[in-house]
């Protein structure tokens, strides 16, 4: 199995901000390590994802950072918008057919 | 277009009653298809996938089960609920690429059950 651990769990930001959100894996992977954005009732929707073999991907105003080394990544978000406030899962692959391991979420809030 | 539904979007039972949750995609052929469960501060976790008719694969022991009846199908059911099922229900379908995991899932809308 896999484990996936999120920091922090909650996050305000004021507009304009750069949260940034952490998660460590433990198990070695080498297929993509997406995130995730949920709005309240509704589904989660893929962000961003990166694969283990580059450090960083940038989609418009997201962000991944990935160190293999540490099994860590994490997300930054610049330039924040009020409508960026959400819930950010991290997932970490295990074994095969699109099976992810999901952190417990961080709920980040925008403030105008 | 591929596009997932999921019904009932809300549902209360008692306690011991039986649940049918459904989920069907289309616009696709063939796809991996999963339960997750969202509880509140565990995230989410992964309950069954199937990667084809008939073929379901338990992630987590529990008082769930699953079935695929047709390519595009995915039902959860229960015969007694506890009141430990109360969650939110989501059912996600995938395809791999050249058999690599993509780390995409499109999820459904979700069902919110509520055992009482």
């Known amino acids: 199995q896999q484990q996936v651990k999120q920091s922090p769990q909650s996050l305000i930001v004021q507009k304009g901000g750069i949260p940034i959100i952490n998660c460590a894996y433990e198990n070695t992977a080498f297929d993509y390590f997406p995130w995730y954005q949920q709005f309240p009732g509704k589904g989660p929707a893929l962000l961003i994802a990166i694969r283990p073999d580059v450090s960083e991907k940038k989609e418009g105003r997201f962000t991944i950072s990935f160190n293999k080394s540490a099994k860590q990544f994490s997300l930054h978000i610049m330039d924040s918008q009020p409508g960026d406030s959400a819930t950010y899962f991290c997932a970490a692959p295990y074994y095969g057919n699109n099976r992810l391991a999901f952190g417990k979420g961080n709920q980040v809030v925008v403030i105008p | 277009s591929q596009t997932i539904h999921q019904w009932p979007a809300t549902l209360v039972q008692p306690v011991g009653s039986p649940l049918s949750l459904e989920c069907t995609v289309e616009g696709t052929s063939n796809p991996n298809l999963y339960w997750y469960r969202q509880a509140a501060g565990r995230g989410l976790q992964l309950l069954f996938y199937s990667v084809g008719i008939g073929q379901i694969s338990s992630e987590v022991p529990q008082n769930l089960s699953a079935s695929r009846p047709q390519d595009r199908q995915f039902i959860l059911s229960s015969k007694k609920l506890l009141l430990s099922d109360s969650g939110f229900y989501l059912c996600?379908?995938?395809?791999?690429?050249?058999?690599?995991?993509?780390?995409?899932?499109?999820f459904g809308e979700g069902s919110r059950l509520t055992v009482l």
């Open positions: 996600a379908w995938s395809n791999l690429k050249r058999g690599w995991n993509t780390g995409e899932l499109f």
